[in-house]
């Protein structure tokens, strides 16, 4: 890859993979191909991956780790998600419509991992293998899963907080977070919370902005107004980090409040470059859709694999974005190389 390409190069991949997607006749799969009823491929295992949305980057590098899984490993894999993630009742439909559809396997990326448990308990029922992206069952309801792939919420809300402790002297910190009650923004915001508060930090409020920027505008707005002196603004999310530094740039108070999000999108990524943002944890998503796929052959090849695989997270701040960028941009783009086949 030559040198200076940076983001620019990304979202060109970004949109080579979208504008290939919305090409077919169907639902893509993992190759870039379609039949015209959304099915799979001809010759090729009728695998679904549902995931939560599609309407943000991390998303969007979830589905290209997804694709280049399908095409590595040689998986016809159809790609669908709800119009958002509070859309639960939406992604039940798409799990049943797999279940009736006779698919050989899921991936999964559950919006509400309670509500989602009947459908699971007809997955098992059918013989059809689950695996779990981004977010877990509580443990109680794990035998309706083959395994889970992602990160641990928790202790990347602790490298968060660690990253906090490490850079600042001991003040105020606010969290703008994703839907109340939903676990894994319990977690990262846990995960902070719990390291900075035993260090002398004080995380003065913790409010909800639905993952989404426009309302995080609010939020970060209602919260410099309530609390003038607060420092950082930890969101759980990159599109609310997003939204909170518009708000903070629209108050004038760039200098004065520390921005960390949550994901590691090429927004972000950009943001960070241009000096805006201050940081952003980056879950490695496109690992976490490949793995998925590459978990699902090995079950339906008749293997085993462990109930729960890690993937890897890290901090992205002005030191190291631009390596990380160019990682992204590498897998982005073979992604788009993928669909476009």
């Not at 309407?55 to 694709?67: F, P, Q, T």
């Not at 029922?125 to 069952?137: A, N, T």
């Amino acid at each position: 890859m030559k040198k200076g390409k940076g983001l620019l190069s990304m979202l060109t991949a970004s949109a080579l993979l979208m504008g290939a997607l919305a090409g077919c006749g169907g639902a893509p799969d993992a190759k870039g191909e379609a039949s015209a009823d959304g099915g799979p491929a001809e010759g090729g295992k009728n695998v679904s991956a549902i995931l939560m949305s599609l309407n943000s980057d991390y998303w969007h590098m979830i589905e290209s780790g997804v694709i280049n899984g399908g095409s590595d490993f040689g998986m016809d894999v159809t790609i669908t998600a709800p119009t958002n993630e509070a859309d639960v009742t939406g992604q039940i439909a798409m799990i049943e419509d797999q279940i009736t559809a006779g698919a050989n396997g899921l991936v999964l990326a559950p919006c509400d991992t309670k509500a989602v448990l009947p459908a699971l308990e007809k997955c098992k029922e059918s013989g059809i293998p689950v695996v779990l992206i981004d977010m877990d069952l509580d443990e109680e309801n794990r035998d309706l899963r083959a395994t889970f792939i992602g990160s641990s919420e928790y202790a990347a809300g602790e490298m968060v907080g660690q990253y906090i402790v490490d850079n600042f002297e001991p003040c105020k910190i606010a969290v703008i977070r994703g839907l109340a009650g939903l676990p894994s923004h319990d977690a990262r915001a846990g995960g902070m919370r719990d390291t900075v508060t035993a260090k002398g930090f004080e995380v003065v409020t913790e409010q909800p902005a639905d993952s989404e920027r426009g309302k995080a505008v609010n939020v970060a707005e209602n919260i410099m107004e309530s609390t003038p002196d607060v420092k950082i603004i930890y969101c759980t999310n990159d599109e609310m980090a997003l939204g909170a530094y518009q708000a903070v740039e629209g108050q004038q108070k760039t200098d004065d409040i520390f921005i960390i999000g949550f994901d590691g999108s090429p927004d972000a990524l950009k943001s960070i470059k241009d000096g805006k943002l201050g940081a952003s944890l980056a879950q490695k998503p496109i690992e976490m859709g490949f793995k998925g796929v590459e978990a699902l052959q090995t079950l339906l090849d008749g293997g085993t694999v462990d109930s729960t695989i890690y993937t890897s997270t890290q901090i992205v701040d002005a030191a190291n974005v631009e390596t990380f960028e160019a990682d992204l941009n590498a897998q982005m783009e073979k992604a788009a190389a993928a669909a476009k086949k």
